[in-house]
């Protein structure tokens, strides 16, 4: 029977692939044999058998104690502070800017055309900065988060179809759907450790 593996992702992830394999039916007492495709029962024990060749991950341990997952959360956090200093200047040279303009006014420092432009001026930026690069900036970095997290998932996924070419199990599931299993099922440290030395070497040849 051809092998199937299948990996389910945690909800917060988004996404995943549920591949099953099936296989078999009832019996027939009498003859030894299925009813419905003349298959011998010993053939169909075997068959049988197959199906409870089944691993599992706890797909979160992995990705918090994958190094790859914690260099692109670094690169990410990194980028997100130079963004938001770089909003954050904005905002406060638009406060500076205001306060100025404010006690120049109180003063009768300004003519009423020049305080009306100056007003129109700050609100003007002030709208750009709450309604266009404020929005903008939490779109980009929403994006940037997603495609890391779409870049974890995918390398464990590569990694564990590798694993299977020699495991062969019929299935390999997230832990999250798993009310109860077997610890002798748990393959989550030789996957978590297949990945780490691969990383390692793969920067390595950097």
């Known amino acids: 029977m051809k092998k199937i593996i299948a990996i389910l992702w945690l909800p917060k992830f988004l ?14 007492n009498e003859q030894g044999k299925n009813p419905n495709n003349n298959q011998p029962a010993g053939e169909k024990q075997a068959v049988e058998t ?19 997952y914690h260099d692109l959360k670094r ?6 502070k130079k963004k938001e200093d770089e909003f954050r200047s904005k905002m406060n040279a638009l406060q500076a800017d205001a ?23 700050l609100e003007q930026r002030d709208n750009e ?8 900036m939490m779109s ?18 590569v990694y564990v179809e ?3 070419v020699e495991k062969k199990y019929s299935l390999i599931l997230n832990a999250a759907t798993i009310m109860v299993g077997t610890p002798s099922m748990d393959v989550t440290s030789d996957i978590l450790s297949g990945l780490n030395q691969e990383y390692i070497a793969s920067k390595a040849k950097k």
């Open 15 to 28: 996404v995943v692939t549920l591949l099953f394999a099936a296989c078999g039916s009832s019996a027939d």
């Open 50 to 68: 197959k199906i409870t060749d089944i691993a599992y991950i706890r797909l979160d341990s992995v990705i918090q104690k994958y190094d790859y």
């Open 75 to 80: 690169e990410f956090e990194q980028k997100a």
């Open 99 to 121: 306060k100025v303009f404010q006690e120049k006014y109180q003063k009768m420092l300004l003519t009423n055309s020049e305080a009306e432009e100056q007003r129109q001026r």
């Open 129 to 136: 900065l709450r309604n266009v690069e404020y929005p903008k």
């Open 140 to 157: 980009e970095l929403g994006e940037e988060e997603a495609v890391m997290s779409r870049k974890v998932l995918d390398a464990i996924q």
């Open 162 to 164: 590798k694993y299977n």
